[in-house]
């Protein structure tokens, strides 16, 4: 009789559970979600190029720093302001701020004055590339040999 009365609960249980897991999942609709027009850019989409020339380069020399922007579609990006910056390390650089040309391009020259290694830092400025990422490169400044 024991065993009759505990697999009935047992059976009365289970069925409670399941309907109340059909009650509650009947209950549960996905609505199509119309999500607004955007209206401003979605993303910047900006292939951001920094390059040294040479990364290597003797105390009191200098090195070509180039910055190549381009679009999604890999055409130059003209007029974008870009901040540039020695982050750390020795030497310095002849101007801090640059706008891309025509042809998605611009540089500064950066002087290796002491020995050591120089990261120099770049980021687009300006209303539509607020919060992006930086990109650096690193120069290794050398004593020359005697």
């Known amino acids: 009789m024991e065993i009759r009365r505990g697999r009935q609960l047992g059976r009365s249980s289970a069925l409670g559970l399941a309907i109340g897991l059909i009650a509650l999942l009947g209950g549960c609709k996905e609505d199509s979600v119309n999500a607004p027009q955007v209206t401003g850019p979605s993303e910047l ?24 922007i381009r679009d999604r579609n890999g055409s130059p990006v003209p007029g974008v302001r870009v901040l540039v910056e020695v982050e750390f390390g020795p030497g310095h650089l002849d101007r801090n701020f640059v706008t891309t040309n025509g042809n998605g391009v611009a540089g500064v020259t950066y002087f290796g004055d002491a ?19 930086f990109r650096s490169v690193t120069i290794r400044v050398a004593t020359p040999v005697s």
């Open 45 to 68: 989409a900006l292939s951001f190029l920094l390059t040294a020339d040479p990364d290597i380069t003797l105390v009191g020399s200098t090195s070509a720093i180039g910055i190549n």
């Open 115 to 133: 020995e050591g290694f120089a990261q120099v830092e770049a980021k687009p400025v300006g209303q539509d590339y607020f919060g992006t990422e």
